[in-house]
C-alpha cells in the first residue's frame, strides 16, 4: 500500500473569541479616586482603591463603623480622606477613577450622570446598568496581579476559581516578581534580545512557581545566569511533549509551561485545539501530521525540520499526541538530535489506554484478571499488521492487551490470538476518541471481534483492548442495553 506523502504545513492560531470584558490594569498611584456612600461595601471598596494608590475622596455623611475604622487605620498604600456630607458635582474634578454605593436608582443615575460630565469612569456598587467597569475577584500577589471576572453574571463562581488560582499560586510568588522587578534592566544589558532572555525567564519562572523562597543577596543573579547555559541557548534546543488523547486539562503543568515558552510548536494531526491553545499565542505552529493510511509526513522531513529550527536558536516544542514515549517515534527523533548536537527534553504525558481505564472505571491491572499490561502496536510502517508480534506470548488469560491504532486490524489481531489459544469469549473493549466530546466504545467478545471486517470508528483515532480485566465494561453495556429494551 502507498502512503500519501505531504510536507509540514503551517497553521494559523485560532483567533480570539469575543470578550464579554476587556481586562484592564489601571495604575492609580497618586490620582484622585472618588468613593460615594458610608455603608460595609463602600468600605471594601475604599480599601481597594487605596490599596492599588490612589489618594481616595470619601463622601458619606453617615459612614459606618466600619468605615470610620479604615479611615483611623489608614490605608497600606495611598491616602484615605472622609468628606461627612453627600457628594456634589464638583467633587468629581480632577478625579480619574469614581465608585458609588447608591442606594436608589435614581440616585446612581445621577451619580454616573456626574461622572460621566466631568470624564470620570465609574462603577456604581451592585448596579451593573450604570456601571462603566466592574470589578473582578483578584488574586493578590504584587506585583503580581490577576483579575476574574464573570461578567457579573456568576460572582460566586468568580470567587471559587479565585480561590482555586489562590492555591497554586505559592506565597513567595509576590517576593520573586519583586526581585524581577530590581533586575530587569541587569538581565536586559547582560543577555541578547530573543532565545537567551526567554530562557532566563523560563528558568526564573519555573523557580518562582515551585514555592522557594526569593534570593535575597546579589550573587544570585549569576548563578541563575550560569545554570541557563547562554551559550547552548543560542543554538535552540527541543522539547518532545505528551499532548494526552485530547482532553486539555489532562496535560502536565510542566507541558503547559513548555507550550507557553515555545518558539515553534510541531504538531500531530490528532493533537486538539484545547491543548493548541495553551501555547503561546506568538508562537508559530506547524503542523506535521502522521496518519495511518493517510497523507503523512515523513519522519525524515521532521527530524530535519527540528535541526533546522534549533539550529536557528529556536525552542522548539515537538508536540505528540498521547505520551511522546509509547508509539511517538520520540527514540527517533531523540538520536538525530542527540546525533547533530541539540539538546533534548522529554515530557511526559498521559497515554491513551491510562486516560480510557480512568474514564469507564476499569483497572488494567485489576489483581482478579489481570498481573501484567502490555500496550502493543496495531499496524506496522504498511498499516498492516506487524509480521513479526509473539502471539503466543500475547495470547496470555492474565494479561490486559491495548492494542493501538488497531481499529482497521482488529479482527485479524483476534483470529491470531484466537488460534495461539486465547478464548473467543475473552472480552474486547473498543474504544475511540478517547477524552474527547465525541469518545465512544463498544464491549464485545474476541470471538465476535474476529467475525468483523474492521473494528475502526469512520476515521476516529481507535484502540482495541482485550482482556478479562475488560469484563466489567461488558457487563454495564449489558446493563444499558436491558434498560433501553425496558
Known sequence: MNIVSRKPSEASPQRLTALARLPVFLDLGGKRAVLVGGSAGAAWKAELLAAAGADVQVFAADPCEELLQLIERGAAAGSLTLHRRNWEAADFEGAVIAVGDCEQDAEALAFRAAAKAAGVPCNTIDRRETCDFEFGAIINRSPVVIGVSTNGSAPILAQNIRRRIEAILPASLSSWA??????????????????????????????????????????????????????????????????????????????????????????????????????????????????????????????????????????????????????????????????????????????????????????????????????????????????????????????????????????????????????????????????????????????????ESSAAQAGLPTIVCVGAAFAPAMRVQAVEASLKIA
Open 178 to 451: 519583586g526581585w524581577a522587578r530590581d533586575i530587569r534592566r541587569t538581565v536586559m544589558a547582560r543577555l541578547e534580545k530573543g532565545a537567551p532572555r526567554r530562557a532566563f525567564w523560563e528558568r526564573f519562572s519555573d523557580r518562582a512557581l515551585s514555592g522557594a523562597p526569593a534570593p535575597t543577596d546579589g550573587g544570585a543573579i549569576e548563578s541563575l545566569m550560569e545554570e541557563v547555559h547562554v551559550g547552548d541557548i543560542q543554538q535552540g534546543r527541543v522539547t518532545l511533549v505528551g499532548a494526552g488523547p485530547g482532553d486539555a486539562e489532562l496535560l502536565t503543568l510542566k507541558a503547559v509551561r513548555a507550550l507557553q515558552a515555545a518558539d515553534v510548536i510541531l504538531f500531530d494531526d490528532l493533537v486538539s485545539e484545547d491543548v493548541l491553545e495553551l501555547a503561546r499565542r506568538e508562537a508559530k505552529r506547524m503542523m506535521v501530521g502522521k496518519r495511518a493510511r493517510g497523507p503523512s509526513c515523513s519522519q525524515a522531513d521532521i527530524n530535519e525540520l527540528m535541526l533546522k529550527l534549533a539550529r536557528q536558536g529556536k525552542h522548539v516544542v515537538r508536540l505528540k499526541s498521547g505520551d511522546p514515549m509509547i508509539f511517538g517515534r520520540a527514540g527517533e527523533e531523540i538520536a538525530a538530535l542527540e546525533a547533530a548536537g541539540v539538546p533534548v527534553t522529554v515530557v511526559p504525558g498521559i497515554s491513551t489506554a491510562n486516560a480510557l481505564a480512568a474514564s469507564i472505571g476499569v483497572s488494567l491491572t485489576h489483581r482478579d484478571f489481570a498481573q501484567s499490561v502490555r500496550f502493543v502496536t496495531g499496524h506496522a510502517r504498511t498499516g498492516e499488521l506487524p509480521a513479526d508480534l509473539d502471539w503466543k506470548g500475547l495470547a496470555d488469560g492474565k494479561t490486559s492487551l491495548v492494542f493501538y491504532m488497531g481499529g482497521r486490524t482488529g479482527p485479524r489481531i483476534a483470529t491470531r490470538l484466537i488460534e495461539e489459544g486465547l478464548s473467543p469469549a475473552t472480552p474486547v473493549l473498543i474504544a475511540w476518541s478517547v477524552s474527547r466530546a465525541e469518545q465512544g466504545h463498544r464491549a464485545i467478545t474476541l470471538g465476535e471481534l474476529a467475525a
